[in-house]
């Protein structure tokens, strides 16, 4: 199967809210790459990677984020795959 790779960038209440231990675990759950991280601004940026049903699936969990948080923008392009090793929160 292709990789594919999608970076996303998530505003609203997304901080604080534990988006990105969410993340990582729904990432394990889909058997999905990459990275999340908080940003200065509030933000929350993500790069994930692997089969693209997967990942598509990924990015639909993203949108709607964890019971706590209020996704209030999400913006999605394309990336490059970076053949990353499993999925990591970044600080």
Do not use: Y
Not at 33 to 48: C, I, K, M
Request: glycine content about 8%.
């Amino acid at each position: 199967m292709p990789v594919i790779a999608r970076h996303v960038s998530i505003t609203g209440r997304v901080q604080g809210v534990f988006f990105r231990a969410w993340s990582k675990e729904q990432a394990e759950a889909l058997g999905v790459a990459g990275w999340v991280r908080n940003v200065p601004d509030g933000h929350v940026e993500a790069h994930v990677e692997g089969e693209e049903t997967s990942v598509e699936e990924m990015i639909e969990r993203l949108r709607r984020g964890p019971s706590e948080a209020r996704v209030a923008d999400f913006r999605l392009w394309d990336a490059e795959p970076c053949n990353f090793d499993g999925f990591q929160v970044r600080h």
